[in-house]
């Protein structure tokens, strides 16, 4: 059917690069987050952003990164077990408007928290410092990039939504010790003209979606700006400012005009996990639109396998695209790489991840994907959705955003302007192929208006 102006679990629209205030200050409980990533010495305005090697033009790259306890209760970090952090560390372009994942890293397993100052900015009082099983009140930790280069813990084996995971891992990485585990890049992906390059880390901590209501571990995804020397030579960029704390990568392409929504999806247990996405729709000044959409998995574990845009009926769509990222040094043999397929039905676009079992090619956490295609329709406000790749409380995940269409009225699917047979027979022709009984019931209880 052909869905129009309702919408779930919307959260807010992010326009520009700001702090929200803490809603957790006052309940109990730990809260990790990356305050300081790509900077040298937990903040001190140098760049910790480490190139270890190449093979066959890839580049490995690792980034420096700074935890803080912003809760009121030490937070776990028992190395060895399953009860401390993994660190993920990944890599975004804007070039031309567009945003792209380009390089991810296998996840570093931590092992001991140093508990030392560098959290006064964001907790208001000193280090209550422990020993490193845990992560003091008001803390800091410090992981050097030639530390997080050690990366040896998968994704697939990390429940973000909980932080839970078995260990000891069943995989580890492989492939040449230059970029085993790490950010890996392709030359080609760092020297495209004016493009931007950001990373991105976040912090899993077990047990930290107990904290607050079950909204503790949705602030844990931060980035920072860089600047591209060579494809061998990436530092953080200095004149862009601190790192954008408490915000994944996607946030900064709202700075070239997109819109980037926060969504709470429901996880099983009905807690909540974080999924943004955002979308920019440019006038081609042909008769066409080019549309952009983003989906970013910040730590949803049941993930997300579709994406459907609503259509106005009679759309025509070129230069359809979509760009994922693949898995590496093993793990793709875990998670496959398999191309979404895509679909234009009667009323909607649709790409969706093909079903390989528990290697799906679904978005799963601390990723992105991205989908765009040109139209000979205007943007309008409309339903867009989003289907969960694991089962849970509801199949869907919804989002009022732009999608092609004109400004008419309900059930004036042929875009004319008015309600009548047309609309009929064009519901019923593609009846069963994207068209239903609501799209009917649609037109019939509007039929006869003029728009």
């Not at 945003?99 to 959290?119: D, M, N, R, T, Y």
């Not at 950010?183 to 899993?204: G, N, R, T």
């Not at 009905?270 to 999924?275: E, L, S």
């Amino acid at each position: 059917m052909l869905h129009l102006m309702s919408t779930t679990a919307l959260v807010s629209v992010v326009t520009s690069f700001t702090v929200a205030e803490d809603p957790c200050a006052e309940s109990p409980g730990y809260d990790v987050t990356a305050v300081f990533v790509g900077e040298n010495g937990g903040g001190g305005g140098g760049s910790d952003i480490e190139f270890f090697g190449t093979w066959e033009g890839i580049n490995g790259f690792a980034i420096g990164t700074t935890s803080c306890n912003r809760g009121n209760v030490v937070a776990p970090w028992y190395g060895g077990t399953n009860n401390t952090p993994v660190i993920s560390q990944s890599c975004y372009r804007i070039a031309d408007g567009r945003f792209e994942q380009i390089g991810l890293a296998w996840l570093k397993h931590s092992s001991c928290a140093v508990s030392e100052p560098g959290c006064e900015t964001w907790t208001g009082g000193g280090c209550q410092g422990t020993d490193c099983s845990t992560l003091g009140i008001g803390c800091a930790d410090t992981y050097w990039a030639g530390f997080n280069a050690s990366a040896g813990a998968p994704r697939s084996e990390i429940n973000a939504t909980t932080g839970a995971y078995d260990y000891p891992f069943s995989i580890g990485p492989t492939g040449p010790s230059g970029i085993r585990g790490k950010i890996q890049l392709l030359e080609s992906d760092l020297v495209l003209p004016d493009a931007e390059i950001y990373m991105e880390a976040s912090y899993v901590e077990p047990g930290e979606h107990l904290q607050c209501d079950g909204r503790r571990h949705l602030n844990n995804a931060s980035h920072c700006k860089t600047i591209v020397h060579s494809p061998t030579s990436i530092v953080r960029d200095q004149d862009w400012g601190p790192t954008s704390h408490m915000e994944p990568a996607i946030m900064a392409w709202a700075t070239h005009g997109a819109t980037v929504i926060q969504l709470d999806t429901v996880e099983s247990g009905g807690i909540p996990a974080r999924v943004n996405v955002g979308w920019l729709v440019t006038d081609n000044g042909d008769g066409t639109w080019h549309y952009e959409y983003v989906v970013h998995n910040q730590n949803s574990h049941r993930c997300i396998r579709q994406l459907s845009i609503p259509l106005m009926p009679g759309t025509t769509l070129t230069n359809v695209g979509f760009h994922d990222i693949h898995y590496n040094c093993g793990e793709e043999d875990v998670i496959h790489g398999t191309d979404w397929t895509f679909e234009q039905s009667f009323a909607s676009a649709t790409w969706s991840a093909l079903d390989e079992g528990s290697a799906t090619n679904a978005i799963r956490w601390a990723t992105s994907y991205t989908f765009r295609f040109d139209a000979d329709a205007p943007p309008t406000m409309s339903n867009i959705h989003m289907t969960y790749w694991r089962s849970g409380p509801g199949g869907s995940l919804a989002f009022t955003g732009q999608a092609p269409g004109t400004a008419g009225c309900p059930g004036d699917f042929t875009g004319d302007g008015v309600v009548n047979v047309s609309d009929v027979l064009s519901v019923l022709a593609a009846f069963g192929n994207g068209a239903d009984v609501e799209d009917l019931l649609t037109v019939l209880a509007h039929y006869g208006l003029d728009c």
